[in-house]
């Protein structure tokens, strides 16, 4: 039998689409070529996991009754309406995950990467129609390494599921809101994420001289689009300037990857008048969850027991149990002569990790330290407390997660008749630091699995620290 043709390829990637030409390809590349476009399973946005803006980091997102700026546009839209005025808001945030694995009676870090990205927030001016008042804003946090980073993972790999590439992605908010009354105000929006297709097409055309002139060639190309999921809030001001009560829905967001490779063979004939092996194709396909944000009803309380001080209360419950197994179910499908060849490759259930239902308590409080003509000073801190949704893992599952504290604190510098020139508005630097702890935990996982999967019993702790810094100007 003939060989293929060969020549040798260089392939490069850039930006979410790519496209390029392959002549005289091996086989062996473009079997192989399924795996250039990688993708890791996400599920949860960044924004859940290390919030919105440096004074909601610092309160430790307790903050669903006390948003009022562009960080409403996640905790509660409708805490627009009182900003009162446009704002900018400009920050960076940066995590460093340590997560540890213990195996070999010692623990290894399994070198996560960190996660670091610029938040963009707007509050737009209010625009008054006979006795309502709409307000509209925005939230987007862009990565400054990745636009969508992924690695898609044998299913049965261990792998923290909350903490990994799910929070290196863009995400936008969009957020609008009304004030009904004085005391009632309502808003809704969407969330955006990015979802990817995509994979390589190749033609093989066997050497032979009634093929001169014809290579065997190929296509490769990704393509993303937008998937959005609704959220809305409710804002109840029973007493003015004291009290607030605060609810807000977010949908859950799913988004899935499908990386598929098509490969047409051109009939086979070694250069005999007859055809050994008629036109025939591949058609290998590895879908899998790409991204997986819970539904969440979140609701709040916020009370100032003095013009100085502020105190707020947050229980948010997270529906998990429609979590799945992010590991990719692969299968191929074969036609024309390879039929009579090969076996279908029938799709193989993946185990799910069963994740449940969470309540996840969370309290935050502000204090005006100092009041000058000039600065204000407001020292915040706040606690988190977020029982993990994975139960023990004791099948061929293995997502790793535990129950965390989240500690935070930061604090808020406002300048005003400062730049009386350039500026005739206040502006403000916020600065937060959280520290997230995840329990020590160990799945003692079934017997048979023990023993036939090379990872048996695992135990496993972690902890991430973040900082966050947000400027805000206002017009």
């Not at 036109?279 to 879908?287: E, H, K, L, V």
């Not at 998990?320 to 009579?340: H, R, T």
């Not at 695992?458 to 620290?465: C, D, E, Q, S, Y």
């Amino acid at each position: 039998m003939k060989r293929m043709n060969r020549q040798r390829v260089t392939v490069g990637l850039e930006k979410p689409t790519l496209s390029l030409s392959i002549r005289r390809v091996p086989l062996l590349f473009l079997l192989l070529a399924a795996f250039l476009f990688p993708v890791k399973p996400a599920s949860a946005n960044p924004f859940d996991s290390l919030a919105l803006g440096a004074r909601s980091a610092a309160m430790a997102g307790a903050v669903t009754a006390v948003a009022d700026d562009f960080a409403a546009s996640l905790y509660n839209p409708a805490g627009l309406t009182g900003a009162g005025k446009m704002e900018i808001s400009l920050g960076y945030v940066h995590a460093f995950p340590s997560l540890e694995t213990y195996w070999a009676d010692r623990w290894h870090d399994i070198d996560e990467d960190s996660i670091s990205g610029i938040v963009l927030g707007v509050v737009y001016p209010p625009v008054r129609f006979w006795k309502l008042e709409f307000v509209g804003g925005m939230g987007l946090f862009i990565p400054d390494r990745w636009m969508a980073r992924s690695l898609m993972l044998p299913y049965e790999q261990p792998r923290f599921v909350l903490w990994n590439a799910s929070n290196q992605r863009v995400v936008l908010l969009s957020p609008n809101a009304v004030k009904l009354t004085d005391w009632l105000s309502v808003g809704a929006g969407f969330q955006m994420l990015l979802d990817t297709k995509g994979g390589p097409r190749f033609v093989l055309i066997e050497e032979i001289p009634d093929n001169e002139g014809r290579y065997s060639e190929g296509t490769m190309s990704s393509t993303q689009k937008p998937v959005f999921s609704a959220f809305a809030g409710v804002m109840i001001e029973p007493w003015k300037d004291r009290l607030k009560v605060g609810f807000c829905f977010r949908d859950k967001v799913e988004a899935d990857v499908d990386v598929p490779l098509l490969v047409i063979i051109d009939p086979i004939t070694l250069g005999l008048p007859l055809e050994i092996l008629p036109q025939s194709s591949i058609d290998m396909s590895t879908p899998a969850p790409l991204f997986f944000s819970p539904r969440q009803f979140a609701f709040g309380v916020s009370f100032r027991p003095t013009p100085r001080t502020l105190l707020a209360v947050d229980v948010t419950y997270q529906m998990w149990e429609d979590f799945l197994n992010p590991g990719p179910e692969g299968y191929s499908v074969y036609s024309g002569g390879l039929l009579f060849l090969l076996r279908q490759n029938p799709n193989f259930l993946l185990p799910q990790g069963h994740l449940h239902n969470i309540w996840v308590p969370a309290v935050g409080a502000e204090y005006l330290a100092l009041d000058t003509h000039h600065v204000q000073l407001a020292l915040r801190a706040g606690y988190r407390y977020r029982p993990s949704p994975v139960p023990e893992q004791t099948g061929r599952a293995a997502f790793l997660d535990s129950n965390t504290h989240v500690f935070s604190g930061g604090f808020g510098l406002t300048f005003q008749n400062v730049f009386h020139t350039v500026m005739t508005q206040p502006f403000s630097l916020d600065l937060a630091v959280q520290s997230f702890h995840l329990e020590d935990r160990t799945y003692v996982r079934d017997l048979l699995v023990a023993v036939s999967d090379r990872f048996g019993d695992l135990r496993f702790r972690g902890h991430v620290l973040s900082l966050q810094g947000t400027l805000t100007f206002r017009f």
